[in-house]
């Protein structure tokens, strides 16, 4: 998977925010030190959220002194934080390199469920994304990652004894295609779910992709997490309009991937999530809902139907009420557990598919996107 670490003296200081637990056990094993105290920063680290080694009262004066020397514990900056009038909270987080990327909190009773991002922009174009417009810059390190749930945990004062546990929940649905940055990604959710750091339930933290298939292969080598498929169309040719990764990994070969990982499982009373944003006259029709249900007939799904969130640079609708509920009908006619997702935090572009940040674009999409939606062009219905 990632390179091993190179030892301490020849690099940098090592960022212990991101590491692993296998991960920290080999770097103390560098200085000399036993696999206990891997644990114990961890600890202090993820559940207890020390920002210093000096806060580390049960680690010796001699190793504090040399974790200063070698290692550091650095988040990523915050630069804005924003409540919604729901609960809904967003951070705008600096990352090296200058860009801002966006974390979303969204509370629901007892849950709260975190919106993690892995790239800054995206790598991948899909139309009715507003992060899509924004180009591609880098990937995400596994510290900028986990350090969003680390300041999201921070905020609510999760870290501390005793401490609300406000995060309930985590799904890497934010900015970026999470598999085209896969050792990071998969680094920081083993983190989410590791015992000595925040100990979310497997069945709490979801990966959500477009379809990079290869890459879901072999995520079953190294997580157990929940899967999500971006699906938004119920065809190839509405699908390469929407999401053109479509276009290299067609339909059936997503879902035969995404089967294969759950079928993979060693619980086997999971169900792949099916993320469907409708979009008022492109994908929302009735026959689109009974295409989908035929499509999905011998897949183990629910299906998560989302509101297209409208946003700068995008001529698209928002799906009327009626329709929704339409859709929603026939799919539970068809015998599919089928929910919406309600619209949370739009006041502040907190909502899904509203996360833009602020891209050092590496790709110029930004600006012939810009380019375009000045020309004002019209919706075009992209099937029947």
């Known amino acids: 998977m990632s390179a091993p670490i190179a030892n301490h003296a020849q690099t940098a200081k090592v960022n212990l925010l991101g590491l692993p637990e296998e991960k920290l056990v080999a770097f103390f094993e560098t200085l000399g030190e036993k696999r206990f105290r891997a644990t114990q920063v961890m600890k202090w680290i993820h559940q207890l959220g020390a920002e210093s080694f000096d806060e580390m009262t049960n680690v010796s004066k001699t190793l504090r002194a040399k974790l200063v020397e070698c290692a550091e514990i650095r988040a990523p900056e915050v630069v804005e934080q924003m409540d919604s009038s729901d609960g809904t909270r967003k951070f705008l987080i600096r990352v090296e390199g200058g860009s801002v990327v966006e974390t979303v909190f969204i509370p629901d009773g007892e849950r709260g469920t975190l919106c993690v991002s892995s790239q800054v922009g995206c790598s991948l174009d899909c139309s009715f994304c507003a992060t899509g417009k924004q180009g591609f810059n880098r990937d995400l390190t596994a510290a900028e990652i986990i350090g969003q749930v680390w300041i999201a945990a921070k905020s609510f004062d999760q870290l501390r004894p005793g401490g609300p546990r406000k995060v309930t929940n985590v799904v890497m649905m934010g900015m970026g295609e999470p598999l085209m940055n896969f050792d990071n990604v998969v680094d920081s959710m083993n983190l989410m779910m590791a015992d000595n750091a925040y100990g979310i339930s497997k069945r709490r933290v979801t990966l959500s992709t477009s379809g990079v298939v290869p890459a879901l292969d072999r995520l079953n080598q190294y997580t157990d997490a929940c899967l999500a498929i971006s699906l938004h169309a119920?065809?190839?040719?509405?699908?390469?309009?929407?999401?053109?990764?479509?276009?290299?990994?067609?339909?059936?070969?997503?879902?035969?991937?995404?089967?294969?990982?759950?079928?993979?499982?060693?619980?086997?009373?999971?169900?792949?999530?099916?993320?469907?944003?409708?979009?008022?006259?492109?994908?929302?029709?009735?026959?689109?809902?009974?295409?989908?249900?035929?499509?999905?007939?011998?897949?183990?799904?629910?299906?998560?139907?989302?509101?297209?969130?409208?946003?700068?640079?995008?001529?698209?609708?928002?799906?009327s009420n009626n329709a929704m509920r339409r859709f929603q009908e026939i799919l539970m006619e068809e015998g599919y557990i089928t929910t919406v997702r309600t619209t949370r935090g739009d006041d502040i572009a907190a909502a899904c598919g509203q996360l833009a940040g602020t891209v050092n674009d590496k790709t110029k999409r930004s600006e012939r996107y810009r380019a375009q939606f000045t020309k004002a062009e019209p919706v075009r219905i992209l099937a029947p």
């Not at 040719?237 to 991937?257: F, G, H, Q, T």
């Not at 060693?266 to 008022?280: A, C, G, S, V, W």
């Open 234 to 319: 119920p065809n190839d040719e509405l699908r390469n309009e929407l999401v053109p990764i479509n276009k290299k990994y067609p339909i059936a070969m997503l879902l035969d991937s995404a089967k294969r990982y759950i079928e993979s499982l060693p619980d086997n009373h999971r169900k792949i999530t099916i993320e469907y944003t409708l979009i008022d006259q492109v994908n929302d029709r009735p026959h689109h809902a009974r295409e989908l249900a035929e499509l999905l007939r011998d897949v183990p799904v629910k299906i998560n139907l989302i509101p297209f969130n409208p946003f700068n640079l995008s001529n698209y609708k928002r799906v």
